[in-house]
């Protein structure tokens, strides 16, 4: 199963590059531009064949796809006969258009998924109370292996101070609490120490104050025993974690989710260049991030590994994640990404703005060959940046489920 999760994932990517110059192609066809090839992969050319104007193949290597389009800048020259289907020379809201083609497809396979997801199997649910509440109140005691506590009697040092099982967790020594990861963080800095707990109890909040057990904890790297706090705290389930939905009610939770989704899309994208020098030394064996970046070969590992588990739904909903980084990826405006080609389709139609204020006609295209030293470099910095990702997915993968 693990194999063909693989494979399936693998497909459901290229699929969605497919899908994505699909879009490209379809808008620019659309306006009357002449699209000469459209391909998945790149490199040396393994099948091809040509209908019309356009030649469809596919390339040796599967990293992404290309939809080659007659007179997408002033540099591509352009026969006689293609010059009436330039992209360069027609409006610019076309172009703009056909440029966000291959974005808006990717959108849309996210939001398709997500919505088959909910109606078929359920989505994380996204109108759940996801505030962080105590659940289990234990004792406390010293790590013995990687799995296993010692044993240890009593109810702990949090239910000591008052708290209960329910409470809503609102902030430890003044600091809002979002997720239970910042108490445990917080409080396994502080042994030996006393923290101030504040929770909402029946609309009502409480101060108590816990006193930190010294515990000993294994390093997860290492193997070495370290001294830690502990209160003796779990996180409460979240009730209704999970939810399958109707057709109907299926669509305002698809679109509340997707925006969600795009969110944290969004925030990861931000993260990505700081996550780059745990990637490189995660290649000399450093240890892995789950929530790093990851290559198509990543991607397809860690596709097989949810089908190896029967995770379905999670495994569509990571290809759906995919489409949605690839989405809004392409929408950062350097070349040679689509946002690239935007902003300077946008830089054009300002620049003849100011023009025609001043009296003077529009301008020519912009010349891209004072773009291409940014655009080598930016291509260049992409491919490294690849070829490091995919050697720490081949070396050190990601594990989601250990």
Partial sequence: MGALGIVLFALG?????????????????????????????????VWSTKRGHTEYGIAALPFGGFCDIAGMTALDPVTEDEAPHAMVNKPWWQRVIVMIGGIVMNLLIGVVIIYMVATMSGIPNPYADRTPRVGELTCTSDQVDEQTLAPCTGRGPAYAAGLRSGDALVAVDGEAITAFTQLRDYVMTRPGETVEVTVERNGERKDFAVEVQAVK????????????GAIGVGLAPVPDAMKRFGPVEAVPATAKFTGEMLGATVDGLIAFPGKIPGVVASVFGAERDVEGPISVIGASRTGGELAANSLWPVFFLMLASLNFFLALFNLVPLPPLDGGHIAVIFYEKIRDFFRRLRGLPPGPPANYEKLMPLTYTIAGLLLVVGVLVMAADVVNPVKLLG
């Fill in 217 to 228: 904890r294994l390093n997860p790297q290492t193997g070495q025993e370290v001294e830690a």
């Fill in 13 to 45: 990517i290229a699929v969605s590059i497919a899908l994505h110059e699909a879009g490209h192609m379809f808008t620019a066809r659309a306006f009357g531009m002449r699209v000469r090839r459209y391909f998945i992969g790149f490199g040396p050319t």
